[in-house]
């Protein structure tokens, strides 16, 4: 079964940045679209950004567009998300998660947003945007 480590995240004061990295326990990561998703306390998860599995097609929530960017490197298995001016709202546990199987919309041509079309996912890393 595909396992998902997460790294990478951490208490930073607003305007700061960071890096989350998703390291796949296997080449599978290769061939399926990678998704980002966060909770912050109280609140539902919500997908933050998504890319496809060639890396040609990428999706980011509105309140994240301009400062996030994700990024995959296939050849070492592992995902990114570069994470800029951060806010205290962007507080949160972060979730990186891959769909089990590959579809044209979650994988091929591009990528999905909802929670409901991943079934793989990593432990949660912690992210806390404070002054």
């Known amino acids: 079964q595909l396992q998902l480590v997460e790294s990478g995240g951490g208490v930073v004061q607003p305007g700061w940045s960071l890096r989350l990295s998703c390291a796949a326990s296997?080449?599978?990561?290769?061939?399926?679209?990678i998704g980002w998703f966060r909770q912050a306390p109280g609140k539902e998860r919500e997908g933050v950004s998504c890319i496809s599995l060639s890396g040609g097609r990428t999706n980011y929530a509105d309140s994240v567009r301009g400062r996030f960017t994700i990024s995959r490197d296939n050849a070492n298995h592992t995902a990114y998300l570069q994470m800029n001016s951060l806010k205290p709202e962007d507080k949160a546990v972060y979730y990186c998660a891959t769909p089990r199987r590959t579809t044209p919309a979650n994988g091929i041509f591009g990528c999905s947003m909802s929670q409901n079309d991943y079934g793989y996912w990593g432990q949660g890393n912690q992210v806390t945007v404070s002054s």
């Open positions: 296997e080449f599978t990561l290769d061939h399926l679209a």
